[in-house]
């Protein structure tokens, strides 16, 4: 007799694609809000996105089951973390935390592809990507999910971010105001809804700047 | 641990596992939507044993507290298990004594953490839940599954009712709809599962939670129609062996 094999996946992959674009003085974090399964649309107007702390944002795609547990225990240590130093955490501090909590679960990893935007400790863009068991980079844009085949090339054209092999380092942030780069995305999540089956029904953005957050959407394809 | 087993054992692939395999006795699809004053849902009242239709009385909604209201579909036995952890949850909500009591997004919330714990430790309870209710006005409808995926919407389905139900709610769901079209739409949907679900019974309840409470009402069955030139003669026209 031999052994039985699993005939239940614990992961699944809810589509969707994220993108964020750092720039001086803000930062722009968007990500549709379709959430599928298989060939199946489940939701049109689910919100990948999610606010760690003032001037942090997370967008992740993958398994939404996963993303939301992932976003529950940021958000439980980021209020330890409040208690216990008496303030938001920065961005590059949540980056870091991001990070060892993925690879927490190295053996049985989070099935989410993150990326995280904000404003770090000078009021400047940053941006970190990651992959599901936590390595992660600093980076002037990134994009991850279902659609990031797509609309990473397009970004590498429009915002010609210097390589981080360069001496002197040179700075990944573009030199685009925050209306062109929000333009920008715009125009990228419309060409990924083309061609991209999980992308698509409406685009969050979301913009970190010196006077807050606030959002903003757009309609996309429905099919 | 393996158990050890003698040569006659009729466990078969289950032999070297403590957790859930598969599934046994079945619920099928449960669709839920929003209207005017709350939530309507329908879910047929079959437990399917494989392709045996083994129970016919099986009440696949329950109501949990006072706002809140329960269907699922999949393992029968797994129901009754949240149910009785549900049982416990509310019990100590209303040991409080202070007046607050859990609402559906509450609930919800609760379904999901056990789904997606179960998932992790690789022994899930094998259903797709949808939780709905009133509280304060306002009206909740949300979905939960095996593996813990969850969303809120205006309508869900589980099951077959995604592929089959889903595409007529969204083309003809609108809000504030009245009970009466609330309930024609879901009969609608329930019809289409009812001719092309194999596992779906003509037998079914509707159920109702208001800011004022839950009612569901007594089973009863649509009325179908097999006349159909189609299904008089399904083969016309089919060339050959199938």
Sequence with gaps: ?223 | MASKQPENSLLGPEADSQRTLYPYVTGTSVVALKYKDGILMAADMGGSYGSTLRYKSVERMKPIGKHSLLGASGEISDFQEILHYLDELILYDNMWDDGNSLGPKEVHNYLTRVMYNRRNKFNPLWNSLVLGGVKNGQKYLGTVSMIGVNFEDNHVATGFGNHLARPILRQEWHENLSFEDGVRLLEKCMRVLLYRDRSAINKLQIAKITEEGMTISQPYSLKTYWEFSAFANPAQGAVGSW
Aim: neutral net charge; contains cysteine; aromatic residues 10%.
């Design chain 1, 1 to 223: 007799m031999t052994k039985q094999q699993a005939n239940w996946s614990p992961y699944d992959n809810n589509g969707g694609s994220c993108v964020a674009i750092a720039g001086a003085d803000y930062c722009v974090i968007a990500a549709d809000t379709r959430m599928s399964t298989g060939y199946n649309i489940l939701t049109r107007e689910y919100s990948k996105i999610c606010k760690l702390a003032d001037k942090c944002v997370m967008a992740s795609s993958g398994f939404q089951a996963d993303v939301k547990a992932l976003q529950k225990q940021l958000a439980a240590r980021h209020l330890i973390y409040q208690h216990q130093h008496n303030k938001q955490m920065s961005c590059p501090a949540m980056a870091q935390l991001l990070s060892n909590t993925l690879y927490y679960k190295r053996f049985f990893p989070y099935y989410s592809f993150n990326v995280l935007g904000g404003l770090d400790n000078e009021g400047k863009g940053c941006v970190f990507t990651y992959d599901a068991v936590g390595s992660y980079e600093k980076v002037g844009y990134s994009s991850q999910g279902s659609g990031s085949t797509l609309i990473t090339p397009f970004l590498d054209n429009q915002l010609k971010s210097p390589s981080p092999l360069l001496l002197p380092v040179q700075d990944a942030v573009t030199p685009l105001v925050e209306a062109e780069a929000i333009d920008l995305i715009k125009t990228v999540f419309a060409s990924a809804s083309e061609r991209d089956i999980y992308t698509g029904d409406k685009l969050e953005i979301v913009v970190v700047n010196a006077d807050g957050i606030r959002r903003e959407y757009m309609e996309l394809r429905k099919d």
